[in-house]
Nanobody, 116 residues
Framework: QVQLVESGGGLVQAGGSLRLSCAASASGSVIRAMGWYRQAPGKEREFVADMSNLGNSNYADSVKGRFTISRDNAKNTVYLQMNSLKPEDTAVYYC??????????WGQGTQVTVSS
């Protein structure tokens, strides 16, 4: 069982920055990849970014060049640095972890609101 605890959401003006954190309860040997998804009101949950245990990262086109994902494997924590935020980035952001057994785990979500 993997538990994910997110922090760092909040309200920011357009052009501002926020940093999200997600700490996993399990050891790195159990988790294959960690990442972030988001869900805006009335929309489906969408992929934002992820990073494998080897450090390979992927980003949605909508956040490339603005968001940076990083991991601290010693702390089993993944971060999402969000710069140049836009109102369309407003959503609930969910941390995701994929176990080596192929099972996905989700955090409780943290609200990010970007005002224009």
């Amino acid at each position: 069982q993997v538990q994910l605890v997110e922090s760092g959401g909040g309200l920011v003006q357009a052009g501002g920055s926020l940093r999200l954190s997600c700490a996993a309860s399990a050891s790195g040997s159990v988790i294959r990849a960690m990442g972030w998804y988001r869900q805006a009101p009335g929309k489906e949950r969408e992929f934002v970014a992820d990073m494998s245990n080897l450090g390979n990262s992927n980003y949605a086109d909508s956040v490339k060049g603005r968001f940076t994902i990083s991991r601290d494997n010693a702390k089993n924590t993944v971060y999402l640095q969000m710069n140049s935020l836009k109102p369309e980035d407003t959503a609930v952001y969910y941390c995701n972890a994929d176990s080596v057994a192929g099972r996905p785990y989700w955090g409780q979500g943290t609200q990010v609101t970007v005002s224009s």
